[in-house]
């Protein structure tokens, strides 16, 4: 808890950390308890095996994904799925969001740095 208060809010100085052990080559979906955070960092410390990661979100949005600080190109849209192609995994980064079921996916490989970050959109 942070010793700073704003009113009706704590300063929230320091950044929350959610840290979890998982197993590589694994595919997770990682369902939250409250309202998501604006802004989320993904790191998967390790040495091998890359993981993809699906976040249900409550709310209608966008997402943009952000590694190192360089925004990720959304996966290539599939006509046939009528959504972005599904993650081939070959790179930290490759994402899509299912609007309509407002899903993000992401993959996430070793000693890579994703930031989720939400969009302006209508």
Same mark, same amino acid.
């Given at each position: @808890?942070?010793?700073?208060?704003?009113?009706?809010?704590?300063? $929230?100085?320091?950044?929350?950390?959610?840290?979890?052990?998982?197993?590589?080559?694994?595919?997770? &979906?990682?369902?939250? &308890?409250?309202? =998501?955070?604006?802004? @989320?960092?993904?790191?998967?410390?390790?040495?091998?095996?890359?993981? @993809?990661?699906?976040?249900?979100?409550?709310? /209608?949005? /966008?997402? /943009? !994904?952000?590694?190192?600080?360089? %925004?990720?190109?959304?996966? #290539?849209?599939?006509?046939?799925?009528?959504? =972005?192609? !599904?993650? $081939?995994?070959?790179? +930290?980064?490759?994402?899509?969001?299912?609007?309509?079921?407002?899903?993000?996916?992401?993959? %996430?490989? =070793?000693? +890579?740095?994703? &930031? !989720?970050? =939400? #969009?302006? /959109?209508?």
């Amino acid at each position: @808890m942070d010793h700073v208060w704003d009113g009706f809010y704590s300063g $929230q100085l320091r950044l929350s950390r959610f840290p979890a052990l998982i197993e590589g080559d694994e595919d997770y &979906t990682i369902q939250y &308890t409250g309202t =998501p955070p604006g802004n @989320m960092r993904y790191k998967l410390d390790g040495d091998r095996g890359g993981s @993809m990661l699906r976040i249900p979100y409550p709310n /209608a949005g /966008a997402y /943009a !994904v952000y590694e190192d600080g360089d %925004l990720q190109k959304v996966s #290539k849209w599939d006509a046939d799925l009528g959504t =972005p192609g !599904v993650l $081939q995994k070959r790179r +930290c980064g490759e994402n899509r969001f299912l609007g309509i079921l407002n899903i993000l996916e992401i993959y %996430l490989t =070793p000693g +890579c740095e994703l &930031t !989720v970050k =939400p #969009k302006d /959109a209508i």
